[in-house]
């Protein structure tokens, strides 16, 4: 039996129709056509599916949708606004950040999520941040640099 | 698979909503979804007690102890002022569970009623002598956190009994706490983790709690290591002896993330670490 939630999805309010045991990343992914966040390790460990919920990240692999009405979701495709890259889209580029880029989207969120409290962060603030992403190709260096420089950026 | 799901506005709807059916509490659904993901859990009805409001405080109760909601998240117990600066060693462990989104979604009770023998919480209300203010149909009982793990996953938690909070009394005023965590990633659980407490008054222990998780199905308390540390200076040879009683006292597990050999070894090394750092009032 299908239940008909209501959520704003980067910024825009969207109605869905879900199962109980649908989630988040599905719904995301499946009745929202927003194929930026990822299914990893569909257990809550590897970070891929990481969404910000009322600007806290979450892992949506975890979250059932029936729980999240009324709720507001970030995803990786609500950072650019009105054409323009988000800046840490463009210091992740600048700085080499993204190799395969299946991390990408929930570094990015979280990384938001830290510069929307931390303006400042030190390279520790950083990799506390992150510590809950894996990225299996760039060894995590020049995503902590593109962090601190969006920073720098947004001053 | 599905299930009904059910948002009770009130304790007694939840209760009634676990009552008589395969029914689970979803809380931070951390550790439930996996379970249900790899369909390890085959309820029924999930029946989200979020939607119960009051049951997230953080304050201090009349009677001086801390009163911590069963659906407090682990973040809201890290950052919350109160708790980091009375009583440290709850804050400290509540930081070192999983990862961040981990953090943001999970609560203290949806850990301790799922009964991971690695997880965090467990050990240290076992060293902070948390109670444990369980509501069900029989009404409510308090029970000592010592006593509710009863095994491997297994709490003293009835089939339609809920959580509902947590009693911390408050340590002696010099007391300092320290949760340390020996781990293979940065949001691995435990291989071992030690929650210590230690009053230091004019250079020698006056007072000692003492819990390891990780390294037996249940935390276990460390009496015996406390009682060595009582009435001397804890230095390095004090830490060393309370370390070995420590070693004594487990019954590892031997699993992916360490063999009973090892962990009992870094039973002993973490022991004299929190030891020394509860001492030396470090963070």
Known sequence: MKRAIQLDVNGEPCEVAVPAERTL???????????GTKEG???GECGTCTVLLDGLPVRACLTLAVDVRGRAVTTVEGLAAGGRLHPLQEAFAREGAVQCGFCTPGMLLVAK???????????EDVRQAVAGNLCRCTGYAKIVVAVRAAAEAGR | MTWE?????????????????????LAGGVSLMVLLRNRLLTPRRL???????????????????LRVGALATHRALERSPLVRERWALLAQAAGHVG????????????NVCHGDPAADLPAALCALDARLRVVGPGGEREIPAAEFHRGYYETALGPAEILREIVVPPAPPGARGVYLKLRRTATDLAVVGVAAQLEVAHGRCRWARLAVGAAAAVPVRLRD?????????PDEAAAREAAALAGRA????????????YRRRMVEVMVARAVLAAARREP
């Open chain 2, 250 to 261: 487990v019954d590892p597990l031997d699993d992916a993330r360490g063999s009973a050999w």
């Open chain 1, 25 to 35: 990343l599905e719904v995301l992914r499946r009745d929202l056509g927003l194929s």
């Open chain 2, 5 to 25: 799901y059910v948002e009770p506005a009130t304790v007694e709807e939840a209760l009634a909503a676990l009552a008589g059916e395969e029914a689970r509490v």
């Open chain 1, 41 to 43: 390790c569909d257990v």
């Open chain 2, 47 to 65: 029946v989200n007690l979020k939607t119960v409001p009051g049951l997230d405080g953080i304050a201090v109760g009349p009677d001086g102890a």
């Open chain 2, 99 to 110: 990862s961040p989104p981990i953090r943001n979604m999970g609560t203290i009770g949806g």
């Open chain 2, 225 to 233: 290591a406390e009682a060595c540390l009582v009435g001397r200076t």
């Open chain 1, 113 to 123: 999520a830290l510069l929307d409290e931390v303006p400042r962060p030190t390279e």
